[in-house]
């Protein structure tokens, strides 16, 4: 049977990383640590509550994001929107292709990649149906590592703004999508970071547990 660190009254502090035993504490109690003295708790506080909250806030910003214009060209005085589909296609023909596999990748893929795998750990975590936790834990590790990534896109468009600059002929100004996108890499790392994947060790522990006081019984 799996058992976990919890199980054993054991709590790792996240400032100094030792391992303190505790006696008769909460997971929703502050506990404080043995050797720095600073105060944490044995899991995250309402961790799959605020990923949830933070993971459709994302997902909301995400819609203006890909409606809205994300950066205006103007050439002559007369600009003229694109929308982060209407870029990739506009770089897919004039043969940009890795250009345009990269935003797309940066700009939709990873982004919803992460919305929907936060979802679906957030899911397994709180029903524990067909949890693998190692598996999980390791899509986890993926998607906080991929967060940053999303904001290449961002990167792009400033870095447009900043350099391709020719006065009157031609000048590139940042749309209202980047703010919503923005928003959006901000809202899932929040999100990532709000997820205890321990939380899906503890699910594991229990489920076990329960079936194997059923078949005592």
Known sequence: MIKTAKDSNLALCPKCHKLNLINGTSVHERIRCLRCHGLFYQRK??????TLAWNIAALIAF?????YPIMIIYSLGIGEPSTILSGI???VDQGLYPIAAIIFTASIIVPLLKI??????VYRAHTGIRLRPDKHSKFYHVLEF????SMLDVFVVALLVAVVELGFVTSVAAGPAINYFTLTVIFTMIAANSFDARLLWDKKSKGLRENKENNDN
């Open 89 to 91: 296609g506009q770089f």
């Open 45 to 50: 506080p309402h961790s799959l509550q605020y």
């Open 116 to 121: 929907i795998g936060l979802f679906v750990l």
């Open 63 to 67: 819609i203006p994001a890909n409606l």
């Open 146 to 149: 991929l967060g940053p990534w």
